[in-house]
């Protein structure tokens, strides 16, 4: 059996600079798949899609609201000629009426475990609409090493440089913030996976420069320690959400390879400030992740925060508006208040307004968000920004006797049996 896995396109931000990382749900999907299977992989936003052929069946990973538009012509145009289509990933499990109104069917959860019943069913010519295993978390050490041998990773690099790769060391979050669904999707717990299954799988990669997509480290000081310790001899340089905000965390992180962390920044005050100098003590990046138009920003607080992030003399900063999201609190919120403009999938990008602010109105804050980024980046250009950023790592790799090499291969990696 062929089995198509495409990645859908979605329309990327014009304010950032246009990179491309390998996916990561795609390839733990492909973990799951049997050997018997020939699958092939497509990722729409590095190459055009060949919709003539003939594979068996088309598998859809679909990870954001604004791809779920292409999802589903692609979908539809695969099924005009016979060929059934499934789907999968987080917006579908967000979008799970549509998605399988437009799709022979849909998975939802996670597919460690659950995926050989759908496959089955799809053998036997009798799929069902619906495979729902969102109330089912699998045990997380069934988690397995993804299968990045399904990239190809020429079409990941930028200005000839090999992007990160991505990797994950837990699953959830314990927490529960008003634009997330993390708690909709993974039940507002926290799981982290075996300590040795992720040493086992960082080793896998031959890239020396990691991405860990989890959702925020700073979950459990104790696990933290002990995957930083863990992870320590293996060399990577790596970047990730939060991590806790303890001098002994953040020293054991950086010596793990920690370069730089995405930090939510809601408002300028003394706690985040203090933050961010912890990590900048330990010699850890910062990127700040600024959501504009909450319902406690007026225009003014909006300048505010921008002007904080330069006073703090971020590295990076990326700034997004606020967007009511299926299945979280906040969409819960201005639903009943009347206030979500539309549901165009495709424009709920973080970078289009699609409801009505509280204290401003959308074209306001619209026109605030390209003031963000103009005012932040300024005449230096977030090129310049990056540039120093990647400096920083290059030269501790050098420092640490780390070779990294042009192709982004850590010099002496073995590959493991
Ligand atoms: S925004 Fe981050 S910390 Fe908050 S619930 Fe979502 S994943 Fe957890």
Redo the contacts with the bound molecule.
Sequence with gaps: MWMKLIYPKWPKLPEQTEFHLPPHGPINFAANVPPDVELTFHDENRVELDLEDRPDVVALSVMLTCATPRAKEIAAAYRARGIPVIAGGIAVAIHKEEMAAACDAVFLGEVEGHFDEMLDDLRRKQLKKTYDRMSQLPDIAAVKTARRDILDYDLYTYRGVRMVDLVHASRG?R???P??S??YLGGRCFRPRPVEAVVREVESIDNGRLFFVD??LAQSKEWELELFRALKPLKRKWIS?PIEADDEVLQAAYEAGAWYVYQ?ITQPSDGIRKRIQMYRDHGIGIEGTIILGADDQTKDDVIRLVEFCLEMDLDMAEFTVMTPFLHTPYRAQVESEGRVLHNNWSDYTTGKVVFQPRHMTPTELQDLYYWAWDRFYGADGRQTKMARLFRKVVLRERAEGVQVLADGTLRGWVKPN
Excluded: T
């Design positions: 979050c927490f529960n913030c634009p997330c993390v708690a959702n925020s959400h939510a």
